[in-house]
């Protein structure tokens, strides 16, 4: 059915003995499209993806992935998905080129068109120049863009990417947006769970925000900026008893104080006239602020102002 979506799922729960991982989770996601899931380390982010992709069962909860029940019907699920998870999915004591030859046998090509699709994907990864290699010579970038490659042998329905870029340099990690654009554009739906909030930012049409087990927030990514303020003031001051009499000036309004910068935000419309206002009613006398400085709010913003934290630097190690 055209109109139904690529994923829906409803009241999805799960817990690991006394921990309670999902408590109730409901997402929709539109064929063709990117829906992003944001989280901290443990919010539940790698859980959802395993039970969406069957590797668990939820405790509670139903979902629908390609048009198939996740429990039901979960070999249907399987020849619908493709899954790139956190840790690489590949043979070391293998060349590059063997590896992609041999997935693609897996995935019942013939033998010319896995020869010519490992080609394919090398030269898309940037691989080529090290497809004889063995890939335990390879560095973590080349493995990471190698699993990539991996998991499109064959067009999919849907894709799950767990944290696909952790680990990637900036030419790898842009390689790897170019390709998850191309697919969207092909009708292929993506989800992608990320800590990187400018790849949720660049590549999202949705974007969805968990935290404790549950989604705090949903929208496009302009949407959820919105909820928090349409820009951001940020304040350096003077000395540190300056820092402090700002501090206590804005009360709550006050966004991520750093003391040791002596930095601290505030919203604002972006307005010259509230910058103005705001200025005043902090720095009556000219001594407090040193400088400032007005940008668009960032969806770090809306993370730490939904989560009470911030974003933490993303990890080599498993999410639950």
């Not at 190698?146 to 499109?152: G, I, T, V």
């Not at 990690?173 to 992608?192: N, P, S």
Request: aromatic share 4%; hydrophobic share 40%; charged share 25%.
């Amino acid at each position: 059915m055209p109109d139904e979506p690529a994923i829906e799922a409803t009241g999805l729960e799960k817990s690991y003995g006394e921990v309670r991982v999902l408590l109730g989770v409901d997402i929709r996601v539109q064929r063709g499209s990117v829906f992003s899931l944001l989280g901290p380390n443990g919010a539940g982010k790698t859980t959802m993806v395993r039970i969406l992709s069957t590797l668990l069962r939820p405790d509670a909860g139903t979902a629908r992935v390609a048009g198939f029940d996740i429990v039901e019907q979960r070999a249907h699920v399987r020849r619908s998905i493709s899954l790139t998870g956190q840790d690489t999915a590949i043979d070391e004591l293998q060349t590059g080129a063997e590896n992609l030859r041999m997935m693609s046998r897996l995935c019942r090509l013939p033998k010319a068109r896995a020869r010519a699709r490992a080609n394919e994907l090398l030269e898309q990864f940037d691989l080529t120049d090290a497809a004889d290699r063995r890939v335990s010579t390879y560095s973590g970038g080349m493995r990471r863009r190698l699993d990539l490659a991996a998991s499109l042998i064959v067009r999919p329905a849907v894709i799950f990417l767990d944290e696909p870029t952790t680990g990637l340099d900036p030419r790898s990690r842009q390689a790897v947006w170019e390709v998850v654009t191309d697919l969207t554009r092909a009708g292929v739906t993506i989800f992608l769970t990320t800590q990187y909030l400018e790849e949720a930012d660049r590549l999202a049409d949705r974007v969805a925000v968990v935290d404790g087990g549950k989604i705090v927030a949903e929208g496009t990514s302009a949407e959820l900026k919105a909820q928090v303020a349409g820009h951001r003031l940020d304040l350096t001051a003077a000395d540190r008893p300056a820092f402090g009499e700002l501090v206590r000036a804005l009360g709550p309004r006050a966004v991520q104080p750093v003391d040791d910068r002596l930095a601290v935000s505030v919203a604002t419309d972006g307005s010259a006239g509230h910058v103005r206002a705001l200025l005043d009613e902090l720095d009556p006398h000219r001594r407090t602020v040193a400088r400032f400085t007005v940008h668009s709010a960032t969806l770090d913003d809306v993370f730490l102002a939904l989560t009470g934290h911030p974003t933490e630097p993303a990890k080599e190690t498993a999410d639950v």
